[in-house]
C-alpha cells in the first residue's frame, strides 16, 4: 500500500532553536499534504494544509510565521517549528493525498508515522 | 465539514466481529465516509471509505446506510492487534486544489480482550 514517512521520529531540540520535520509520499505523487498535531490523549488538530509549489494554508490559531511549511516536490513536505518552546512538545503527523483518483472512490489519504517532538 | 458522531469507547471479544457505529446526519451528497484507526502512538492507518454503497477491502467492511446519516465499520474478526481509536470522518473530495482535508473527532477506543 501507499507509504507515507516522516523524518525524524523522534527529536529533541533546546528552546529556542528551530527543527524540521520532513514528510515523504514513497509511491505515489501528492499535490496536497496536511500537518497535524496530537497531544498525549487528545484528537489530532489540523494545523495546515500545503500545496505543491504554493504557499500553505494554516488553520485559524496556528501561527504560520511559527510553524513554517514548504512543498517544494510532489513527493515532499517539511514542517520547520522555528524558536521552539516547551509547549511546542507534540506529535505532530503528516498526510498526503493521494495525487490518483479514481471513481467511486475519490483520493485516499495516508498518514506518516508521526514526529514527537520534545522542546526542552 | 459535518461533524460526526461516534460512542466514545467499545469493548470486543477477539476472534468476534466489532461493528463500530457513526452517526454523521449532516452528511452532504458529496461527502464521503472516511474510517482510519490509530494505534497508540502511531499515524492515523487508512481502513476504508465509501460514498454511498457497502464497501470492503482486506480489512474492514463498511455498512452506510440508505440515507446516509449513519454508518457502521466491521472488523470481521477482531484481534488482540485491533485495539485502537477508531476514527469516522465524513469530508469533501475535490479533484484538484486544497482537497479533501479531514478533521479528525474524538473517536471510539476499541479494545479487543481474550
Known amino acids: 500500500g501507499a507509504v507515507v514517512s516522516q523524518h525524524p521520529s523522534r527529536v529533541i531540540c533546546k528552546s529556542g532553536t528551530s527543527v524540521k520535520i520532513e514528510c515523504r509520499s514513497l509511491d505515489f505523487q501528492a499535490t496536497t499534504m496536511f500537518w497535524y498535531r496530537q497531544f498525549p490523549k487528545q484528537s489530532l488538530m489540523l494545523m495546515a494544509t500545503s500545496n505543491e509549489g504554493s504557499k500553505a494554508t494554516y488553520e485559524q490559531g496556528v501561527e504560520k510565521d511559527k510553524f513554517l511549511i514548504n512543498h517544494a516536490s510532489l513527493t515532499l513536505s517539511t514542517l520547520t517549528v522555528t524558536s521552539a518552546h516547551p509547549e511546542d512538545s507534540s506529535f505532530y503527523i503528516c498526510?498526503?493525498?493521494?495525487?490518483?483518483?479514481?471513481?467511486?472512490?475519490?483520493?485516499?489519504?495516508?498518514f506518516g508515522e508521526g514526529s514527537w517532538l520534545t522542546v526542552v | 465539514d459535518a461533524k460526526t458522531t461516534q460512542p466514545p469507547s467499545m469493548d470486543c471479544a477477539e476472534g468476534r466481529a466489532a461493528n463500530l457505529p457513526c452517526n454523521h446526519s449532516t452528511i452532504s451528497g458529496n461527502e464521503y465516509v472516511y474510517w482510519y484507526r490509530q494505534i497508540h502512538s502511531q499515524g492515523p492507518q487508512y481502513i476504508i471509505h465509501g460514498l454511498k454503497n457497502n464497501e470492503t477491502n482486506e480489512m474492514a467492511s463498511l455498512i452506510i446506510t440508505e440515507d446516509r446519516k449513519s454508518s457502521t465499520l466491521i472488523l470481521p474478526h477482531a484481534t488482540l492487534r485491533d485495539t485502537a481509536v477508531y476514527y469516522c470522518?465524513?469530508?469533501?473530495?475535490?479533484?484538484?486544489?486544497?482537497?479533501?482535508?479531514?478533521?479528525f473527532g474524538t473517536g471510539t477506543q476499541l479494545k479487543v480482550e481474550l
Open positions: 498526510s498526503a493525498r493521494d495525487l490518483q483518483w479514481s471513481p467511486g472512490s475519490g483520493n485516499t489519504i495516508y
Open positions: 470522518i465524513v469530508s469533501p473530495f475535490m479533484f484538484t486544489g486544497g482537497g479533501n482535508k479531514l478533521t
